[in-house]
């Protein structure tokens, strides 16, 4: 079983910044990929960012410019900066990680954290 544990959010008041961590931890081979997400009152979960062990990145329209995602492969570790946030992007945000816990094909996990919460309001 892989775990999933998000910290750093909290309250914040516009234009501010907070920074997200996330660990994985658990019986994991090799992670292919890791990212954020996020979900507001009412509305579907979204992508915020993401990071592939390519180094390939993502990131939403919405947070480009703003927001910076990095990763620590060694550590199963991927955090995410959030600068000049706004109301909008209050949301409980969700780490995700995706990979293999073995060396078999089909040894497949994708896993996701509890949540934290960041809110943006003065």
């Known amino acids: 079983q892989v775990q999933v544990a998000e910290s750093g959010g909290g309250l914040v008041q516009p234009g501010g910044s907070l920074a997200l961590s996330c660990e994985a931890s658990?019986?994991?081979?090799?992670?292919?990929?890791m990212g954020w997400y996020r979900q507001a009152p009412g509305k579907e979960r979204e992508l915020v960012a993401t990071t592939n062990s390519g180094g390939g990145i993502d990131y939403a329209d919405s947070v480009k410019g703003r927001f910076t995602i990095s990763r620590i492969n060694a550590m199963n570790t991927v955090y995410l900066q959030m600068n000049s946030l706004k109301p909008e992007d209050t949301a409980v945000y969700y780490c995700n990680v995706r990979g293999y816990y073995s060396a078999v094909p089909s040894a497949v996990f994708d896993s996701w954290g509890q949540g934290t919460q960041v809110t943006v309001s003065s």
């Open positions: 658990g019986i994991i081979f090799r992670i292919v990929g």
